[in-house]
Each structure stands twice: as structure tokens, then as C-alpha cells.
């Protein structure tokens, strides 16, 4: 199990004894530090003086995509599992997902995932309870792979992986955008199927420290210029797809800026879809393409839409709309946003 940790001696202590306390024996944890200076290290160096399956890799402050890819480089296991040092593993996670890899369901899988428990006030943060909710929604391979395009489809401290893949599709990559979405984009991309056990085996904290929310690389706008270049590369695999014309659902202008970023991966946008019309018009502002009302759509196959609306509710009542019509996700839309 490779677990980044980061002046994190305020938690890394209850993350630590959810994986002794795993029924699977079989297990080697390591730690990467990555620079603490908070107590982490000599919490360590006391926790792993009891556990002799527990490794410690110190290493200077250089951030957590080079902790992760030299946690991958010193894993010794033919499968590798992620965890935080701020969440939970229930006590069966590692047996029930090790289980999965290794049965006839899971075979042909390169990652597998689990359901994960919000750790944390629903109401205070309902954002983040309605992504737990939507990424436990996600329960086959085939809505993993449509939906990633969305978001992640995975919690990131939630897989365990063949570690082959590494070697195969490469690690971890640094760059402006999430470090855990852009690796399962790049591996769905190259064929890997992922899948998830119906189990909750992961409690997951959002706590105020989170890089997903501190950090430039896991704002909004990043996701957005991360996701743009694979939507490119996925309709480019599909020519009949990317042959048609190419709608994009929403005409505000956060959605234009995004789709924007299509446009610098060789897509163009031959028009806009919306429901309020009072956007609906020929062309924006007398320039470029038109805004039609999704009545004016033409028939499946007639053209391909990308659904950039991402206000709450609105991924559901777009892909209602267009299943209504005879649309076929993955054939005819994509939800993006």
C-alpha cells in the first residue's frame, strides 16, 4: 500500500491503524515523507518500530507527484493500493478488493475502486457528499469509462492497481491539472478496465488542508483544460463520431470559455444548445456559431453534443432530455461537466 503523507501527524496515526487492523496479512505499507516538519517523522519512525510490514521512504519536500512516483519505483508487490494519510480503510478493503483483482469478475480489470463513506458533516459540505454520492453511482466499467469525462470516476485513496500498469502506461505526471485524473484518463484511454466492489471500504475526509482544495492544479478551470485534450483524442478515435457536427450544450459564458479549450485540441464548435431562450439566437453577439433550443436538435446521429453545464441537477435533466429523444450516451453525447 503506498500512502504520500506530508506534515500530517495529526491523522497519519488513525490511517496507520486501519490498515494493521486489515484482515488481509499479506501487506506492506509504505510511507512516503515527503519533507515533513511537523512531527510526522518521528511519528513514523515509533509506528514503524512495532510493525515490521510498515516501510518508511524520507525523501526531501518536492510535492506528491514525485512522493507517489518513488512510493511506485520502491513498491515491492505485484499490486499496488492507494491510501491518504487523512482517511480510513475499513478492516475488509484490502481482502474484498485483492479478492476482486484475483476472481473471475476481475481478471480483465487494471484497477479496482469501492464505494467510499463521506467522513464528514453532509450538510456543511454538500458539495462534496454529492460527489461521494455520484462516484458510488458509478458502479460497472462501462459507467466508469462514460462518465470520466465528468470527473474522476474513482477516489483516488480508494484503488489498488496492477502495478504492471506503471510500467506499461506510465506513472504519475506533474503538470497544471489533477495528478489522479489525468493517470485514469490516460490509462482508460489506452484500454485499462477499471471496476469497483459494491462495498464501502474507505472512510473519506475532506478536511480544510485538502490539496483538492488549496491547491491551482485541482481548481475547476484545470479539470476543464485536462479533460478537453482526451475529449479530442476520444472522438478522434471514433471518425463517424467526429464527423458530425459538433454541439456543445450551454451557451453561458463559463461554458463558452471551457469548450473554448476544444477548439486549441483541433474540435470545432458548429453551435450551442440551451434551454433558456433568451440565448437562443443566430450566432452570439452577430459572430460565431448559433444557439438553438434543445426542440431545434436534429435527430440522433444527426450531430454529437458535449454537455458543459455544470450547475447542480443538470448533468441528470440533460441526459434526460436527450435519452427522451433517442440519444444514446457514448453514441450521440457525452456528459462533461
Not at 491503524?17 to 510526522?40: K, Y
Not at 476481475?106 to 456543511?124: I, Q, T
Not at 470520466?148 to 491539472?177: I, K, N, T
Request: aromatic share 8%.
Amino acid at each position: 500500500m503506498l500512502l504520500p503523507a506530508r506534515d500530517a501527524a495529526a491523522t497519519l496515526g488513525r490511517a496507520v491503524a486501519s490498515i494493521r487492523h486489515q484482515t488481509f496479512p499479506g501487506w506492506e505499507l509504505l510511507v512516503v515523507d515527503d519533507g515533513s516538519v511537523d512531527g510526522t517523522t518521528e511519528l513514523l519512525a515509533a509506528l514503524a518500530r512495532d510493525e515490521p510490514r510498515l516501510r518508511v521512504l524520507r525523501r526531501p519536500r518536492e510535492g506528491l507527484v514525485a512522493a507517489l512516483n518513488a512510493g511506485l519505483a520502491a513498491a515491492r508487490g505485484e499490486l499496488v493500493a492507494r491510501m491518504d494519510a487523512d482517511d480510513e480503510a475499513l478492516p475488509e478493503r484490502l481482502a474484498a478488493q485483492v479478492a476482486w483483482l484475483d476472481g473471475p469478475e476481475g481478471r480483465a480489470h487494471g484497477v479496482v475502486s469501492c464505494l467510499v463513506e463521506h467522513a464528514g458533516d453532509a450538510a456543511a459540505q454538500a458539495g462534496y457528499a454529492r460527489h461521494v454520492a455520484w462516484l458510488n453511482g458509478l458502479l460497472t466499467p462501462e459507467r466508469m469509462a462514460l462518465r470520466r469525462f465528468v470527473d474522476a470516476p474513482v477516489a483516488h485513496p480508494s484503488v489498488v492497481f496492477r502495478r504492471e500498469l506503471v510500467a506499461r502506461h506510465g506513472g504519475y505526471r506533474a503538470g497544471d491539472f489533477p495528478e489522479d485524473h489525468e493517470l485514469w484518463l490516460r490509462w482508460m484511454d489506452a484500454g485499462v478496465v477499471f471496476g469497483k466492489v459494491p462495498r464501502v471500504l474507505l472512510r473519506w475526509h475532506d478536511l480544510p488542508g485538502r490539496l483538492s482544495r488549496t491547491d491551482a492544479r485541482y481548481a475547476p478551470e484545470a479539470f476543464f483544460r485536462l479533460k478537453a485534450g482526451w475529449i479530442a483524442r476520444w472522438l478522434r478515435a471514433r471518425p463517424a463520431l467526429a464527423a458530425r457536427p459538433l454541439l456543445v450544450w450551454g451557451a453561458g459564458r463559463p461554458t463558452r470559455l471551457r469548450a473554448a479549450a476544444l477548439a486549441s485540441h483541433g474540435l470545432r464548435v458548429a453551435g450551442y444548445v440551451d434551454v433558456d431562450p433568451a440565448k437562443v439566437t443566430p450566432a452570439l453577439g452577430g459572430r460565431g456559431p448559433p444557439v438553438w433550443s434543445p426542440s431545434a436538435l436534429p435527430p440522433p446521429g444527426g450531430a454529437f453534443v458535449l454537455a458543459y453545464v455544470s450547475s447542480s441537477g443538470a448533468r441528470e435533466l440533460i441526459a434526460a432530455d436527450l435519452g427522451a429523444r433517442g440519444w444514446v450516451e457514448g453514441r450521440d453525447f457525452l456528459l462533461c461537466a
